[in-house]
């Protein structure tokens, strides 16, 4: 792998960054969600679903291609970039102006139409972020893409509770979303070091559809993953007739999958941001590759373990106490996202695998997979059955997708699988007894009592793997020796800097 160093300094700017923005994220849903209904919540639950819908099946990710190319960092190519993405910007925007009617009969909310057509500029105004700070990536450099990420979200942070107060309705989740892009616009322009524009290159933007096509059927599939069990919540009175849920319903099933979502988010963007480069370098040496990718694999896979056993015990009455007692009918739903998305967290790896490669199919063939069984949630919806159903109807899709998108890394790529295998047994052992154990914690009154069995199950699972995984083990041996030599040299240096000044400038 690139210098141990340079990947752990990078770790460090990209995970403080995404600490802060997911924080701030987190934040903001728990000020707004305590402020408004929850049926309030399940509309501004729409909005961001209509939104995303338009983003994800647009998206050429020309931003990772201009990390991947070996010719990403020409001025043309970025140029180019731009202007494809304003286009899309603005077209998808005009779709959501036409289409605001229809969407809100669809999920039987006609009073908030208007809301739809104000949403309608949050594409718009996407398309005019400057993609310099997706071009420094390619040298490690996530310092201007970090303080875009931060100051938008802490901004907009900061006015949410007087907002949500004020307006006390979902109209203050859409103010905030426009407020937030503002942000990040004005910010990636001060940050770029090269100046904004546009231009065409027929062979760049024809490289820039060759390498995305495959995304933007994946984007429909994503879209359906992330989001498509939530539409049918939110439209299935006007689609089915023995259907039983309401937005009061849409909202509770979004705020369980949004509180699984933010660490999950979190850790995707740092995982595909530090070690997308890396792997891209590592590919033209087979066995580099190979050891990167299972190395990554094992870190990866502690990762998801230390979010989602304690999730899966403590998830429920935390839900509770984050975010009050309203919310309690979406305590049972915590345990199936957070499973569900500790497989997510660990799909990345593999699909960051298959992106360093130029492979943009092989994600495509897993979000494929994961999306057969929302068959089952449509017929959830249909048949009147309870939220808990379409929820194991995701895992199942995330337990099927992740070995299917192994098996296309190893036999596209050469990246064998079976050294991946270990960790995700033990990590699997560990879901499966804290299960167990959120089922019996359903009686505990006591905190404390939650907390140790939390901590005991998330301990031993955690020393299972580093114990039974040596290259990890190492890993995390070297990367601690590193994290204490950096800020060991910082300290010192942060030190002699007041002397040197005062030798130099007596007075």
Request: aromatic share 10%.
């Amino acid at each position: 792998m690139r210098s141990l160093r340079t990947v752990i300094v990078s770790g460090l700017r990209l995970g403080s960054g995404q600490i802060i923005v997911q924080g701030c994220s987190f934040f903001r849903s728990v000020i707004v969600a305590r402020l408004i209904s929850v049926d309030d919540y399940g509309v501004a639950a729409a909005f961001a679903m209509t939104l995303t819908l338009l983003e994800m099946i647009s998206n050429l990710s020309f931003d990772k291609l201009l990390v991947q190319a070996s010719d990403g960092n020409a001025e043309a190519f970025q140029k180019t970039a731009q202007l494809v993405q304003v286009t899309r910007g603005i077209t998808n925007g005009l779709i959501l102006f036409a289409l605001a009617g229809l969407i809100a009969r669809l999920f039987g909310i006609p009073q908030a139409v208007w809301g739809f057509r104000c949403l309608a500029l949050l594409p718009v105004m996407r398309g005019f972020l400057h993609l310099d700070a997706n071009r420094m990536q390619r040298e490690m450099r996530f310092g201007p893409a970090v303080r875009i990420d931060v100051v938008s979200n802490v901004l907009v942070t900061l006015v949410a509770w007087p907002l949500a107060a004020w307006l006390r309705n979902y109209y203050a989740m859409l103010v905030l979303l426009l407020m937030q892009v503002a942000a990040a616009i004005v910010v990636s322009h001060l940050v770029a070091e090269r100046r904004y524009g546009w231009a065409w290159e027929r062979r760049y933007a024809h490289r820039m559809f060759s390498f995305g096509w495959p995304l933007l059927i994946n984007g429909l599939l994503l879209y359906g993953i992330m989001h498509g069990d939530r539409v049918i919540i939110g439209s299935a009175k006007q689609l089915f007739p023995h259907a039983i849920y309401t937005l009061k319903n849409l909202g509770e099933y979004s705020i369980a999958f949004s509180v699984m979502m933010a660490p999950a988010v979190f850790v995707g963007n740092v995982t595909t941001s530090l070690f997308l480069p890396v792997l891209s370098r590592a590919r033209a040496f087979p066995l580099d590759f190979q050891r990167s990718y299972h190395r990554i694999f094992a870190l990866i896979c502690l990762i998801a373990g230390l979010i989602t056993i304690p999730c899966i015990v403590a998830g429920p009455k935390l839900l509770v106490w984050i975010y009050g007692p309203k919310y309690s009918a979406a305590g049972g739903l915590v345990g199936i996202f957070a499973a569900m998305w500790g497989l997510r967290i660990i799909r990345y790896v593999p699909s960051v695998a298959a992106l360093s490669s130029g492979d943009t199919r092989s994600p495509m063939v897993s979000n494929l997979v994961r999306s057969l069984t929302f068959v089952v949630s449509i017929y959830a919806a249909a048949a009147g059955q309870p939220l808990v159903w379409i929820a194991v109807a995701g895992l199942l899709g995330d337990f099927l997708a992740l070995p299917t998108l192994m098996w296309q890394v190893s036999h596209r790529h050469g990246a064998d699988s079976r050294p991946c295998l270990m960790p995700l047994a033990v990590i699997g052992a560990g879901a499966s007894i804290s299960f167990l154990l959120a089922h019996f914690s359903q009686t505990d009154a006591l905190a404390s009592v939650v907390f140790l069995k939390t901590l005991s199950t998330t301990g031993i699972t955690a020393g299972l793997l580093i114990a039974l995984t040596p290259p990890l083990r190492a890993d995390l041996q070297s990367a601690t020796l590193a994290v204490s030599n950096f800020f060991r040299t910082e300290l010192i240096s942060s030190r002699a800097r007041p002397e040197h000044i005062t030798a130099s400038n007596p007075e």
